[in-house]
């Protein structure tokens, strides 16, 4: 696996976004308990989340640039390449809910103009049934190392290009859903996309007009990634739209099928943060 083979890449960075919408702290626990060497923890509703407010659903957008300090700190820069190594810092994240929280964070990345991100295919479990190493050893953060050292150097800092038209709110969709050539997808399953089951937002059902394509199809049972060719065929029926219009129920899982979408080579997807619960809110 890659990541095992540059572990020691001093480049790198590696962040743990394994969650439980049922038992919030539980992530941040397993982190304590053991986690890939190296890997700083990020928790999706104190650094990946705003808090809640009357609109805007679940999860709001973080305030980025409380993120991109959070991200320095760990060692994600745009710094030009260093003239000795000639590289740039690079990404993994990963989770153990099949790409459901990680997604977020590598969509926000490149959301932030930082394209240098991936997932880590097969999540925590994956790396564990491969018996690559694992540690309870929380890192330093890059600030914190350099101070420690005698010869410690500047910390470079993130400093964030945001595409900000990556992203629509309620009145976009609401005003752009039924246009030619604009799609609308509900990523959430089956079930909650139609309404017979709502396990956390107050009122059953969908946007009108949303497509469902459930954002646990993109990987396999044990959370590893579909192959290429099968991400392409899931959005053949898509693939000349103008514009894809992408939700959940609060901004979150749906990144999974932006990715998937980016691995198909379909560039049009956009984010609607609120999701289900910004939108039945005002129902």
Same mark, same amino acid.
């Given at each position: 696996?890659?990541?095992?083979?540059?572990?020691?890449?001093?480049?790198?960075?590696?962040?743990?976004?394994?969650?439980?919408?049922?038992?919030?702290?539980?992530?941040?626990?397993?982190?304590?308990?053991?986690?890939?060497?190296?890997?700083?923890?990020?928790?999706?509703?104190?650094?990946?989340?705003?808090?809640?407010?009357?609109?805007?659903?679940?999860h709001p957008l973080p305030?980025? !640039?409380?993120?991109?300090?959070?991200?320095?700190?760990?060692?994600?820069?745009?710094?030009?390449?260093?003239?000795?190594?000639?590289?740039?810092?690079?990404?993994?994240?990963?989770?153990?809910?099949?790409?459901?929280?990680?997604?977020?964070?590598?969509?926000?990345?490149?959301?932030?103009?930082?394209?240098?991100?991936?997932?880590?295919?097969?999540?925590?479990?994956?790396?564990?049934?491969?018996?690559?190493?694992?540690?309870?050893?929380?890192?330093?953060?890059?600030?914190?190392?350099?101070?420690?050292?005698?010869?410690?150097?500047?910390?470079?800092?993130?400093?964030?290009?945001?595409?900000?038209?990556?992203?629509?709110?309620?009145?976009?969709?609401?005003?752009?859903?039924?246009?030619?050539?604009?799609?609308?997808?509900?990523?959430?399953?089956?079930?909650?996309?139609?309404?017979?089951?709502?396990?956390?937002?107050?009122? !059953?059902g969908h946007i009108p007009?949303?497509?469902?394509?459930?954002?646990?199809?993109?990987?396999?049972?044990?959370?590893?990634?579909?192959?290429?060719?099968?991400?392409?065929?899931?959005? !053949?029926?898509?693939?000349? !739209?103008?514009?894809?219009?992408?939700?959940?129920?609060?901004?979150?899982?749906?990144?999974?099928?932006?990715?998937?979408l980016a691995i198909a080579?379909?560039?049009?997807?956009?984010?609607?943060?609120?999701?289900?619960?910004?939108?039945?809110?005002?129902?």
């Open positions: 696996m890659w990541l095992y083979e540059n572990l020691q890449d001093s480049q790198g960075v590696i962040i743990d976004c394994r969650f439980s919408l049922a038992e919030p702290d539980l992530g941040q626990r397993q982190y304590q308990c053991s986690h890939i060497p190296g890997a700083h923890y990020f928790d999706l509703n104190q650094d990946l989340s705003s808090p809640v407010g009357q609109e805007g659903g679940r305030d980025l !640039a409380q993120l991109a300090e959070k991200l320095s700190s760990v060692g994600v820069n745009f710094e030009e390449a260093d003239a000795e190594s000639d590289r740039f810092s690079w990404v993994v994240v990963y989770d153990d809910s099949r790409f459901g929280f990680a997604a977020r964070l590598w969509w926000l990345l490149r959301y932030m103009g930082f394209d240098r991100v991936a997932v880590l295919d097969g999540g925590w479990s994956g790396w564990v049934a491969a018996n690559y190493p694992v540690t309870d050893a929380v890192p330093l953060s890059k600030a914190k190392a350099s101070r420690a050292k005698t010869t410690g150097s500047e910390i470079s800092r993130l400093v964030p290009q945001t595409r900000s038209h990556w992203v629509v709110d309620r009145e976009a969709v609401k005003s752009r859903k039924d246009l030619p050539g604009v799609v609308l997808v509900d990523s959430r399953e089956g079930e909650r996309y139609r309404g017979e089951r709502e396990p956390i937002d107050p009122i !059953a007009g949303a497509v469902n394509y459930p954002w646990q199809e993109v990987t396999d049972a044990q959370g590893y990634c579909k192959p290429v060719f099968e991400q392409q065929q899931r959005w !053949a029926a898509l693939s000349e !739209a103008e514009e894809i219009l992408v939700y959940c129920g609060s901004g979150v899982t749906a990144c999974v099928n932006l990715l998937s080579g379909i560039d049009t997807g956009k984010l609607y943060v609120g999701g289900w619960s910004d939108w039945c809110s005002r129902l």
